[in-house]
């Protein structure tokens, strides 16, 4: 436990793909000459680029693989958001040098947030490195590395404020055939103080809803069955005909606004038996809206990721989050009151904020109980340079404390867990199968709507398939049951 509380953070209660934080290209064999092997770090966002970065260079001649020894091009796609994320790059970029010092050919790349942060600094602090592209560069990486053939080292960290990759069909990487993320949105504008995202990912902007209702059919037709619309604060989706395409509308004299609530809508509507997910919601933005167009489809599942980072109203306001406590806990009525409560809801908690007293601690644990959270990820608070915090405020409580409360967090959500979990057995649920149990292969593994994963003997069942599935028993972690 002590040493996933240093590297991670914590998840409690899900079992699943997000707890991962590395994921590797896969195999992709269409005869190209290059191979490209990619790992990714930190949130789906990334996960979600390195699709991105595999479909511009698979133009290029790039297949990717799964086997770092065989690729020509290395790509780490990284993440800011704590100190520990960045430290475990610089171990990696190490490992691979002893690689490169037997492949001197082999050319190293950076993306992603640290890319973003760091800078030509990157090229300095880590001599192994050819190539810096930040998250909005990933159109320029074929001239980056046209510059790094010829010799030199290639940079590009300009941040667009249009830039969303909408025209970009993704490669999926690591899929399972089932579940696939469509990015909606890009960057934030919220400037929470501990936060370093702002910084890496720049200005907040929306995709087209067009592009997404595309991806999303496209997606249905080759056998998808699951989307999850992914934007660091998806209820501030906006798009209007007027902000992005001023010529055509005065030919047309019409305004066409789509909010997130609207999107959710279009997206539900590609096919009744594909569901949509979305993460992550924001306390000060998610509207009643987006609840009542949950409630009106099946298809939307009945899960919101809210994450609330402390309990307590001044350190939120320290913070910068735009939200107290009693509205957060309001907010948590209204899902309760139009969705019920076998909405899943899962949070972010950040221990020991500057300044953050005991009693103020204690104030997180007595909201998640107040909650009834299904599950958390949970974190110690890491002081970003550059951010509101590191500028105003002392990182001041220490390290010892911060790992106390987070241990405190951490043992509340556990119990919780079990107790959300020990509710739905008993009960019958619809689930989607992902796929083969890691425990057994004779055993076949899924959500049910709340995002619970569920495990069952496998029968004649395969991956793709909705089952309803009677629960018998449960961990904090998963429901088992049978197919009924
Ligand atoms: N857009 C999302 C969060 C994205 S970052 C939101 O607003 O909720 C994911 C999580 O990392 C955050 O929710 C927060 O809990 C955690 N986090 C961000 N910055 C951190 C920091 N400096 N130290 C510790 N945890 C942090
Ligand atoms: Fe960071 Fe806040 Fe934006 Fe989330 S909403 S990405 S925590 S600044
Ligand atoms: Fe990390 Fe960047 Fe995502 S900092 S959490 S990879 S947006």
Redesign the pocket.
């Known amino acids: 436990m002590e040493n996933l509380i240093e590297d991670i ?1 914590v998840l409690a209660g899900l079992e699943g793909e997000a707890c991962e934080t590395v994921k590797v290209s896969a195999n992709q064999n269409t005869g190209k000459t290059r191979k490209l092997y990619i790992e990714s770090y930190g ?1 789906q966002m990334n996960f979600s680029d390195s699709e991105i970065v595999a479909s511009i260079l698979q133009k290029e001649g790039f297949d990717t693989t799964s086997n770092v020894d065989e690729a020509d091009l290395v790509f780490l796609n990284t993440c800011s ?2 100190e520990k994320a960045e430290q475990t790059v610089r171990n990696r970029l190490t490992q691979i040098n002893g690689i490169k010092k037997k492949k001197p050919e082999m050319m190293v790349g950076v993306l992603g947030c640290m890319a973003e942060r760091l800078k030509t600094k990157l090229l300095e602090e880590e001599k192994i490195v050819d190539l810096v592209a930040g998250p909005d560069a990933y159109r320029d990486l074929p001239k980056l590395i046209a510059q790094v053939d010829e010799g030199s080292k290639a940079v590009n960290t300009f941040l667009s404020r249009e830039e969303t990759y909408a025209d970009v069909t993704p490669v999926r990487l690591n899929s399972n055939g089932v579940t696939a993320f469509i990015s909606i949105m890009r960057g ?1 504008d ?1 400037m ?1 103080s ?4 702002p910084f890496t990912r720049g200005r907040e902007r929306s995709r087209d809803p067009q592009s997404i209702v595309a991806e999303a059919k496209d997606l249905f037709a080759k056998g998808y069955r699951e989307v999850t619309l992914l934007g ?2 998806v209820d501030s989706y906006k798009w209007s005909e007027e902000e992005n395409n001023k010529a055509r509308l005065e030919k047309i004299n019409q305004v066409e606004v789509v909010n997130f609530a609207n999107l959710l809508e279009r997206v539900a509507l590609v096919h009744p038996d594909l569901r949509v997910r979305f993460s ?1 919601s ?1 306390p000060k933005d998610i509207t009643d809206e987006v609840l009542y167009t949950m409630a009106k489809y099946e298809n939307i599942c009945k899960y919101i990721h809210l ?1 609330v ?1 402390s309990g307590n109203s001044r350190v939120l306001e320290l913070m910068n989050r735009g939200y107290s406590r009693e509205w957060y806990l309001q907010r948590v009525e209204k899902i309760r009151e139009i969705l019920g409560n076998e909405c899943g809801i899962s949070s ?3 221990a020991g904020f500057c300044t953050e007293t005991e009693e103020e601690h204690k104030e997180t644990v007595s909201l998640m109980e107040a909650v009834q959270y299904d599950f958390s ?1 949970m ?6 340079p550059g951010t509101l915090a590191a500028k105003k405020f002392a990182d001041d409580i220490p390290l010892d404390i911060k790992k106390k409360r987070l241990e405190e967090i951490i043992q509340k959500q556990s119990e919780l867990s079990l107790k959300r979990n020990q509710l739905d057995v008993g009960k019958v649920h619809k689930v989607l199968i992902e796929g083969t149990s890691r425990r057994s292969d004779q055993q076949l593994q899924g959500r049910n709507s709340a995002n619970k994963v569920v495990i069952f003997p496998k029968g004649n069942k395969t991956k793709g398939e909705y089952v309803n599935v009677l629960v018998e028993s449960c961990t904090g972690a998963t429901l088992m049951g049978r197919v009924v």
Do not use: A, K, L
């Open positions: 953070g949130c958001i704590r934030c919220n929470c501990f936060c370093v995202v660091q604060n992550t924001h994450p980072q972010d908690m950040i990820y974190f110690f608070y890491s002081e970003r």
